[in-house]
């Protein structure tokens, strides 16, 4: 029988997504450059399902039923490039061929500019979820024509993670709209992490616990609101033991973050658009400093002053319970932050997507699904005027407005004992600066007229105006 649905690039996730669609019962072409892999996923686990190999493109597509879908899962950037010009020769109008990598949103809008002038569906699809998301039911954000979703679309839902019986995968809207939503899905992604980890050094630092102790203080969160994969598997990594000290897994690793580009491209993208993702942005230049090696040991040399005292901490009830609010406050803000951009990159590229659906298809298979996320959805769907703000809809306004003493202790504790917080900080930064009602904007504004004659606009009435700071000081208008 011909080919449902095809996969070329079978390294880690590609062989994994190519597994759950046999799995599910669809008849799977199977191809990569080197055709050693295509082998190994035959004779490993052919068992799956129905698998066609290829060894070559031409066979592979010749393998598929028309119109074709195949998906592309090669490394990001030129090889995936050279696997679409290859493909687009053997395809024709009508077919629809699939990136499912990690490319950069401006990449995919310009892919599926040059494929739609041959007729070819190009979607960038967003899929999250890792390895295992991959094999066992990822969350998957396709971007592409609409007519493409229709046949896509449901084979995608099928083999796509589940949560309440919805599918985790909706047509997120045009061209690159997928990749831009997975971009910031990673965005948020790092800055939850980042958020979970200042709380783990809280209550390491500041309260003096140790990692077993921390893991069951995540096992225990984990049964409430911030109930998340993250959450979880911080618990279990926290209480990992390292086999050759005998001492905590997490007191052996070199405290470097490492980083593929996604967060970068996330606040490099939000900078261009003007969106104060602050959170991601704090959580992306932690992981830097945490790798600015040579100036980190300078430091210890030079020994750097701080605070003398130690947090004194009176009841660790009370302070555990203080640092789970100031987590949850945050991690509200840096969500509402992200969806900001996602909103603010749909205006300028002129998609149409829904926040609610967004949400829905992150509570199951990536790696930021959690249970607050149906609250997310809850805002933008009940809500017949949808919220400018996360913060905006009652629950969260609620949260945040619950959370006001906790999390203010927790900053301001932080900055007094010594604890770095630049994710708990600049989210309350973030909100207190959302809720001023006037901001020392005025003041910024006044500076510049002065230095650059760059104008102001008055409270008061209408028009742009400028005062004569080297001359008489007087205003004119402008
Ligand atoms: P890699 O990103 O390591 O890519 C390896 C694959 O790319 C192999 O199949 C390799 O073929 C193929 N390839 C390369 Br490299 N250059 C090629 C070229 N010029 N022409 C044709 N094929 C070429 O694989 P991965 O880790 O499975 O990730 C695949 C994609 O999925 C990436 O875009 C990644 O960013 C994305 N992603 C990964 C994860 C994850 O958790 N790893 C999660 C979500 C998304 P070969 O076998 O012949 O060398």
Known sequence: PKAEIGVTGLAVMGSNLARNFARNGFVTAVHNRSYAKTQALLEEHGGDGTFVGSESAADFVASLATPRKIIIMVKAGGPTDAVIDELAELLEPGDILVDGGNAKFSDTIRREAAMREKGIHFVGCGISGGEEGALLGPSIMPGGSKQSYESLGPILEKISAHVDGAPCCTHIGTDGAGHFVKMV????????????????????????????????????????????????????????????????????????????????????????????VSGIAEAVFARGLSSQGEQRAAAQQVGLPGPQ??????????????????????????????????????????????????????????????????????????????????????????????????????????????????????????????????????????????????????????????????????????
């Open 309 to 478: 005292e130690q947090w004194p901490i009176e009841d660790l009830d009370v302070f555990v319970a203080t640092v789970r609010v100031a987590l949850y406050a945050s991690k509200i803000v840096a969500y509402a932050q992200g969806l900001d951009e996602i909103q603010a990159g749909a205006k300028e590229y002129g998609w149409d997507i829904d926040l609610g659906a967004v949400a829905r298809i992150w509570r199951g298979g990536c790696i930021i699904r959690a249970v607050f996320l149906n609250r997310i959805t809850e805002a933008y769907d009940t809500t017949a005027e949808k919220p400018l703000s996360l913060l905006f809809a009652p629950y969260f306004t609620e949260a945040i407005g619950g959370a006001q003493g906790p999390w203010r202790d927790v900053v301001a504790g932080a900055a007094r004992y010594g604890i770095p917080t630049p994710g708990f900080s600049s989210a309350l930064a973030y909100y207190d600066g959302l809720r001023a009602e006037r901001l020392p904007a005025a003041l910024i504004q006044g500076q510049r007229d002065f230095f650059g004659a760059h104008t102001y606009q008055r409270t008061d009435k209408e028009g742009t105006y400028h005062v004569l700071w080297s001359g008489d000081r007087s205003e004119v208008q402008s």
């Open 185 to 276: 899905h990673n965005g948020i992604e790092y800055a939850d992490m980042q958020l979970i980890a200042e709380a783990y050094d809280l209550l390491r630092r500041g309260a003096g616990l140790s990692p077993a102790q921390i893991a069951d203080i995540f096992a225990e969160w984990n049964k409430g609101e911030l109930d998340s994969f993250l959450i979880e598997i911080t618990a279990q990594v926290l209480a990992q033991v390292d086999a050759t000290t005998g001492g905590p897994f997490v007191d052996i690793v070199k405290d470097v973050a490492g980083m593929k580009g996604t967060g970068t491209w996330t606040v490099q993208t939000a900078l261009d658009l003007g969106v104060p």
